[in-house]
């Protein structure tokens, strides 16, 4: 890896259609006894080291879970985008905040305060089951990525996080860009001059159309069959 570069495991974003019962079985927790609150883009949720007193769901928007190196930059671990749960593991284990989260774009987010989230799971077992296999196919996507950012190429990476966070329309793939290049750098694993040029590259061979903060790809299927 060059020097900055963040692991995430973004590809856990996609809910597939084996997740769908899962998510709706949260969402209905979340929708039904937590508290919504609208929040701008770069808001905190929370802070590293704060006691961990909510658990959080994503109703609209697009939130980044992060961290401070060493060397004093963030780095992005985890994106959560509308119908994830986040904020669960420090408080089922006990523990502080380890990392901070932060709105990328204006969100909606419901929250539950911790004591009242542990009684609503024992007396709510489809979501307490539906809870325990997100967590498995984070997991499994965890290392799903370890193994990708080891076998494949840096445009592969970051082909397949644009087309995640884009919407399909017919053939095109249009991309409202939230995130800087740096932070597209932390999540792919890789460095911020890499990602330019990347893209700078996809733009002078013709397969994209790249405009500030915005990114379209024209044939999202060729684009992907040439990568």
């Not at 609150?37 to 929370?46: D, E, L, P, S, T």
């Not at 985890?78 to 990392?99: I, M, N, P, S």
Request: charged share 25%; aromatic share 8%.
């Amino acid at each position: 890896m060059d020097q900055g570069e963040g692991m995430s495991s973004y590809w856990g974003g996609t809910l597939t259609v084996n997740g769908e019962a899962e998510q709706l079985a949260l969402a209905k927790l979340f929708q039904e006894f937590g508290s919504s609150r609208g929040m701008k883009k770069n808001a905190y949720i929370f802070r590293s080291e704060e006691e961990s007193q909510e658990i959080y769901f994503v109703q609209d928007g697009l939130v980044k879970i992060s961290q401070f190196a060493q060397e004093g930059q963030s780095i992005t671990l985890f994106l959560r985008q509308k119908g994830e749960v986040f904020g669960a593991a420090e408080v089922l284990t006990g523990q502080k905040r380890q990392r901070y989260a932060r709105c990328i774009t204006d969100s909606c987010i419901l929250s539950i305060p911790t004591s009242k989230f542990t009684d609503l799971l024992k007396s709510h077992p489809d979501a307490l089951y539906a809870l325990a296999v997100a967590n498995a196919r984070r997991l499994l996507q965890t290392q799903r990525y370890v193994e990708t950012l080891i076998s494949r190429p840096v445009a592969w990476r970051l082909a397949q996080l644009l087309i995640q966070l884009g919407a399909r329309v017919g053939k095109e793939t249009v991309v409202t860009l939230s995130l800087t290049h740096e932070e597209l750098s932390f999540v792919i694993g890789c460095s911020r001059q890499t990602v330019t040029e990347t893209l700078g590259r996809w733009r002078d061979e013709g397969s994209i159309r790249y405009e500030k903060k915005r990114v379209v790809i024209h044939d999202t299927d060729e684009f992907q069959q040439h990568l």
